[in-house]
């Protein structure tokens, strides 16, 4: 019974119990009267009606009960994955940021080095060197 009854969500369970419990509460009612036919066979039912409205009210308690444990754990799962994602992003900015400072200064550097050889060049031309030595001197493509 239970598998058919997790079917179904633990609210609208819920509310079958307050049908089956205003159905039995119904026939006791019904079978008060002394002039009712089947009045015994009524009353047997609104007892079994509402013996399962206690069942179905429990029932959905408990279901209720393990959808919000479910969720809660759903919902520190996600805690725990939103400050994973959180580190990581931090990381990236860090490494990011530490690349961007080592580009600028390679950048400086190849600057640097660009101005040492244009001015080595300019004095190669006002100094006498060997071709060889010109050829070295050449900025290389």
Excluded: H
């Excluded at 369970?13 to 009524?42: D, E, H, I, K």
Aim: glycine residues 10%; proline residues 3%.
């Amino acid at each position: 019974m239970g598998a058919l009854l997790d079917l179904f969500p633990a609210w609208l369970n819920g509310l079958s119990a307050w049908a089956f419990l205003v159905l039995g509460g119904a026939a006791l009612v019904y079978g008060l009267f002394p002039l009712a036919p089947y009045r015994a066979l009524v009353q047997i039912g609104g007892a079994a009606a509402i013996g399962y409205a206690c069942y179905l009210a429990g029932y959905s308690g408990a279901q209720a009960a393990c959808e919000a444990g479910r969720l809660a754990a759903e919902n520190a799962a996600l805690k725990r994955d939103a400050t994973i994602a959180e580190e990581v992003q931090q990381r990236s900015e860090a490494s990011l940021a530490k690349s961007q400072m080592d580009l600028a200064s390679l950048q400086e550097e190849r600057d640097a080095l660009a101005t040492k050889y244009a001015s080595a060049v300019r004095r190669a031309g006002d100094c006498v060197l060997g071709d060889d030595l010109r050829r070295s001197l050449r900025r290389p493509e």
